[in-house]
């Protein structure tokens, strides 16, 4: 099957950004070690200067992958004619996504604890206790029955996630049937509830970024025009960023820029580097929490300065080090346990 290579950089830039907005966990008031507030001294982040719109809006990457998470699944699911079972469905979702959860949940618990062992506090996350632990050990810590963001905080997109999974798999056949059609009528329904003020859960907003990336999985294959796709999607951007921010248009549009540039990926050594970018995602995604929680434990157990989250080396350590753990994890935990699991769980 056909691999968007620009797809998956798209995705690690989306990793990237939330990681960036993330930072400011390494100060007040995330972190009750700190001595700084991160929002009386962000301009003094590393590279704020260039870094600013990351730091400060860096959580749209989170929109921007619910839209790539949509064109993913329309390129897998949509493109192929055999009939996709509910089983072989709902085991490859979890077999991608619940062995990294499990184990950075059971981490996160035991760093959270041993924050308030010793600092009479948990950092970071603040809701750790055994209702949200249930939850969050279902997959289920962001539908509705949470009193907030809990244990491994992002874990809460990909539960989201989980629920539109459903309501795609339902509606695979009629999506394959109908097509283009029933995506634009879908995504007309998802934008007019909003509009409306009729709900504005985050189910719904997931629900309409990730039918947009469907959409335009369907605009890049049926219209090969790379040229005039690329000039259609930097108009839509320039006009989603004019005014007021409108997430609904940039990020659809964003990812159309990223599939229509494909036909240009011509090196084979790129494409292999983007492939690797793309397998770094969900790892650093899941894994930044519990290092930034180790992180803090260290600093604050041998009485190092709080002053050391805003130097330029600790910086690039920090993403070193993320990199290192996210290419590591994929490769020997991940990778592996995806693959043991899917063909243990089909055989039986």
Known sequence: MKRYFGIEFLRLLTSVSVLLYHYRHFFGPYNSYSASNFFDDKTELPFFSFLEVFYVNGFYGVHVFYAISGFVFAHVYLSIDRKITSKEFFLNRFARLY???????????????????????????MINDVYHFILNLFF?????????????????????????YFLFFLLIIYLRKFKL???ILLSIIFLSINKLNLNDSLF???????????????????????YALSIVSLILIAISLIGNFKTHLFCPSLLLLFASCE??????????????????TYALYLLHIPTQLLILFIVNSFNFSTSV???????????????????????????????????FLMKN
């Open 309 to 343: 989250y805003l130097e330029t080396y600790f910086f690039f350590i920090f993403f070193g080090v993320m990199a290192f753990l996210a290419h590591f994890c994929f490769k020997f935990y991940e990778n592996p346990l995806n693959k043991k699991i899917r063909n």
């Open 181 to 183: 059609s029933l995506v």
């Open 99 to 125: 062995p990294l959860h499990f184990a950075t949940l059971i981490i996160v618990a035991l760093l959270q604890f041993l924050h308030l062992a010793t600092a009479n506090s948990f950092q970071i996350i």
């Open 263 to 280: 036909e240009l990926i011509k090196n084979d050594k790129i494409k292999t580097l983007f492939k690797m970018s793309g397998n770094l």
């Open 204 to 226: 719904l907003e997931c629900a309409r970024l990730f039918f947009s990336g469907v959409l335009v999985y369907q605009i890049v294959s049926r219209f090969k025009n790379i």
């Open 140 to 164: 289920i810590s962001s539908w509705g029955f949470e009193n907030g963001h809990s244990f491994n905080g992002p874990i809460w997109s990909v539960s989201i996630e989980v629920a539109i």
